[in-house]
């Protein structure tokens, strides 16, 4: 019987790892003692191995010289794979660069475990790329083929909110319907399961999974529709210029706001379009600000005052967001009915993959024993309302947002490699 074996959620956001030995589960430190990693690294170019997660990310804003990388995730299954990026002057393909954040994570398990662990169960959305099976296909196979490279010799998937439900179900008495709603950076994924601590040891859980549906909306899309609505137009963004008043490109804004395409903006070319905008810009001092974004190459500190906007706003209904890395002193009030306006599209996708799964299980929402909210986007006040609202009569379990995948993961290693 092989006594260890580990689950891994790689997200675009943040990652964990758990550890499944002898029956026991535990979260591995991976970053000093925490059990989450932002998925960031940040290549110096001073040196050659790159720093990760919370460091990357203080490297990355106390402006080092290098490259920062985020929402990595997303590449999958892309034709970005392929294509690669400049890191420091050379070109690296980016399965290499997942291999080194997978590799850490590996490394910390190993190191904490004492052993080299062979045994994984990697998580994975419903849908790494929507409607486009091959795409997704592709997506899987270019994980397992990281997830080998790294030193991992037996590799299975499972779906992250199937894992989620596997977490919570050692705490149920009794049997439960539950739908899983994990609402990630990249993707929500929703499943409807039977639950039951009676379960928790078995192999085969076929006939207790109803249904699985899944979008590529997260966490990162409300991101950038709360950029585009309240942050981008401080830059220039729908701003007009010249004699016909045409409207400013909008592509460079909309790639600003998103982490995987911010760093394909600085280039000579791109600056140099906006420089001769600039000259008949009828908003020159907020399209300046988009100039100065290019050419300081900050486009990832817009992104982080952004999120640091959203997450402020689930507390509280107004924030200021502070613009003092563009202009001193420079901020704007910023309410939480825009933030809620400018998600609403997104959050009725997300409803509507809820509705489908029902559909597809055969259950009405009145049948739904138990919500299970899992992820940092169901954090989002709005989130919490409308699935209140939509099951009044189910009890609704969101503790561990972070590390519920990780831990569900690791309990279905247990059943894959150590019960079977």
């Known amino acids: 019987?092989?006594?260890?074996?580990?689950?891994?959620?790689f997200g675009t956001s943040n990652s964990s790892v758990a550890i499944a030995n002898q029956g026991t589960i535990t979260l591995t430190p991976v970053e000093g003692s925490h059990v989450t990693i932002p998925s960031a690294l940040f290549f110096a170019q001073d040196g050659n191995i790159p720093s990760y997660g919370r460091t990357a990310v203080?490297?990355?804003?106390?402006?080092?010289?290098?490259?920062?990388?985020?929402?990595?995730k997303r590449v999958l299954g892309t034709s970005l794979m392929k294509q690669g990026t400049i890191v420091n002057g050379k070109l690296m393909k980016f399965d290499r660069i997942i291999a080194l954040f997978l590799r850490n994570l590996k490394a910390k398990a190993d190191a904490y475990t004492g052993h080299e662990i062979e045994n994984v169960v990697m998580g994975r959305p419903v849908h790494f790329i929507?409607?486009?099976?091959?795409?997704?296909?592709?997506a899987e196979q270019e994980l397992r083929d990281i997830a080998r490279s790294v030193g991992f010799r037996n590799i299975e998937f499972q779906f992250e909110p199937i894992a989620a439900a596997f977490a919570h179900e050692v705490k149920i008495t009794g049997e439960k319907l539950a739908i899983v709603a994990d609402l990630g950076g990249g993707t929500s994924d929703f499943t409807v399961i039977r639950l039951s601590n009676q379960n928790i040891r078995k192999t085969d859980r076929t006939t207790d999974i109803l249904a699985n549906t899944g979008i590529r909306v997260g966490g990162n899309d409300f991101d950038k529709d709360l950029s585009l609505a309240a942050i981008m137009p401080e830059i220039g963004y729908k701003s007009t210029y010249g004699d016909k008043h045409l409207e400013v490109p909008l592509k460079p804004y909309h790639d600003l706001a998103e982490w995987s395409k911010v760093n394909f903006l600085y280039t000579p070319k791109i600056i140099t379009q906006m420089r001769q905008l600039l000259n008949s810009s009828h908003d020159r001092k907020r399209f300046s600000r988009l100039?100065?974004?290019?050419?300081?190459?900050?486009?990832?500190?817009?992104?982080?005052?952004?999120?640091?906007?959203?997450?402020?706003?689930?507390?509280?209904?107004?924030?200021?967001?502070?613009?003092d890395f563009l202009e001193e002193g420079l901020s704007i009030p910023i309410q939480r009915e825009?933030?809620?306006e400018a998600i609403r599209y997104e959050v009725d996708k997300i409803l509507d993959s809820v509705m489908q799964c029902l559909r597809e299980a055969?259950?009405?929402?009145?049948?739904?024993?138990?919500?299970?909210?899992?992820?940092g986007s169901t954090e989002v006040p709005l989130i919490q309302s409308e699935f209140k609202k939509l099951f009044p009569n189910a009890a609704l379990a969101d503790e561990n947002k972070l590390s519920s995948v990780g831990l569900g993961l690791a309990y279905d290693s247990q059943n894959k490699y150590q019960y079977r």
Do not use: W
Request: one cysteine or more.
């Open 130 to 138: 929507d409607n486009d099976a091959d795409a997704d296909s592709r």
């Open 1 to 9: 019987m092989t006594e260890i074996s580990c689950g891994i959620d």
């Open 362 to 375: 055969q259950v009405k929402k009145e049948d739904i024993d138990l919500v299970i909210l899992t992820g």
């Open 291 to 323: 100039l100065q974004v290019l050419e300081q190459e900050r486009g990832h500190a817009l992104l982080a005052v952004t999120e640091d906007t959203k997450i402020a706003l689930t507390a509280q209904s107004q924030y200021n967001t502070p613009f």
């Open 338 to 340: 825009q933030f809620e």
């Open 58 to 72: 203080t490297m990355f804003f106390e402006r080092r010289e290098g490259r920062f990388m985020r929402s990595l």
